[in-house]
């Protein structure tokens, strides 16, 4: 079953714009990650947000974790086409040697 | 290697063979996981090794479906007697511990005809 559920399915932005994506999950969590995907193949690890983080910053992303919520969010800033791509949030379970569980995506377009 | 390798990069069978695909993880990576993805869907988690754990199976679909990780290195996806609605790309993931930062595979894609 699915751990973690992105929102939106799809977004579609002019370059130049914000995008936000959200992540829900259902149980506690050591930490939550965001993944990159172009053309179906790998993935690519963007950024790693401990439990017991807030906010974290990367270049041009931010994410953002509320654990009372169960949620997060990734705020790519000033977005260009090379940032057209899916977008998975993967949760890891409270547990020493737990799984990394994927949300369903989001397809996001960035449009020149 | 640089980075997690998987082969065949595509595999074709027919309709009953069976299959099996390799993943060569990091070396010294601890944790290696298989997921599946049909077309435009999310990571369907299999399957997971954590050093020298017994793997969680809770994700095999079926008991056509085995994998082994031999020497805590390569992993092998075993997938017996294969349906079309196994087709597929096949993703392998190792980190360096668990509840880390995971780096992917290319995939292999599989088509069942």
């Known amino acids: 079953s699915q751990q973690g559920e992105e929102d939106p399915q799809a977004l579609s932005i002019q370059e130049g714009e914000n995008a936000t994506m959200n992540c829900s999950y259902k149980?506690?969590?050591?930490?939550l990650q965001w993944y990159r995907q172009n053309s179906g193949r790998g993935l690519v690890h963007l950024i790693l947000i401990r439990s017991n983080e807030r906010e974290k910053h990367s270049g041009r992303l931010r994410v953002t974790l509320d654990t009372s919520k169960k949620s997060s969010s990734l705020l790519i800033t000033a977005s260009r086409a090379a940032d057209t791509a899916s977008y998975f949030c993967a949760t890891s379970p409270t547990g020493a040697n737990s799984k990394l569980t994927f949300g369903k995506g989001i397809t996001l377009s960035v449009r020149p | 290697g640089a980075g997690v390798s998987q082969s065949p990069s595509n595999k074709v069978t027919e309709k009953g063979k069976d299959v099996e695909l390799r993943c060569d993880p990091i070396s010294g990576h601890t944790a290696l996981y298989w997921y599946r993805q049909s077309l435009g869907q999310g990571l369907e988690f299999l399957i997971y090794f954590q050093g020298n754990s017994a793997p969680d199976k809770s994700g095999l679909p079926s008991d056509r479906f085995s994998a082994e990780r031999t020497g805590g290195s390569v992993s092998t996806l075993t997938i017996q007697r294969t349906q079309q609605e196994d087709s597929a790309v096949y993703l392998c993931?190792?980190?360096?511990?668990?509840?880390?930062?995971?780096?992917f595979g290319q995939g292999t894609r599989l088509t069942v005809v």
């Open positions: 149980t506690s969590i050591n930490n």
């Open positions: 993931a190792s980190s360096l511990i668990a509840n880390t930062e995971a780096f």
